[in-house]
């Protein structure tokens, strides 16, 4: 009986440190293309004033990251977004009568190390654990089509 309950704790443990180490999730959201194509009414306005609402677009990526040790970790994620242009959108006569339109898929994957350097389970010493911080480095690989 000794040995079962002995061999079931080992197996449990086991598990504990297999969801341990890792961590997975999903994003979602807008894209936007702002360039020359579409438009407001001048031919060039600076940042946001000059994109077209209308030709937001989605954002969905996910990712998985796998746990090395506490420090050090290695995370994969795919993204997929959607840009659009389109110059009938545009107020500009210039842009509206060259009539030119895309729409482009990205998809990105990357493969990117991390390391911990410093982590704080308790910022402000309220001893709740329900503020936390951490601090870590990153550098990767990443390839679009």
């Known amino acids: 009986m000794r040995f079962k309950i002995l061999l079931f704790s080992l197996f449990m443990c086991s598990l504990a440190v297999a969801q341990y180490r890792w961590d997975y999730g999903f ?3 807008a894209s936007n293309y702002l360039g020359d194509m579409g438009g407001k009414q001048k031919t060039r306005r600076d940042f946001v004033a000059d994109m077209k609402m209308s030709q937001t ?14 420090r050090l970790s290695i995370k994969a994620q795919l993204e997929y977004l959607r840009i659009a242009g389109d110059d009938k959108l545009s107020s500009n006569t210039g842009r509206h009568a060259r009539n030119l339109n895309f729409r482009n ?7 990117t190390p991390e390391l911990k350097i410093y982590e704080n389970n308790d910022l402000g010493s309220s ?6 911080f951490k601090l870590y480095v990153f550098a990767g690989i990443g390839f679009y089509h």
Do not use: N
């Open 27 to 29: 994003g979602l959201g």
């Open 105 to 111: 898929d990205i998809f990105e994957l990357t493969l």
């Open 127 to 132: 001893y709740r654990f329900r503020l936390g």
């Open 57 to 70: 677009r989605w954002y969905i990526a996910g990712f998985a990251r796998y746990k090395l040790d506490h």
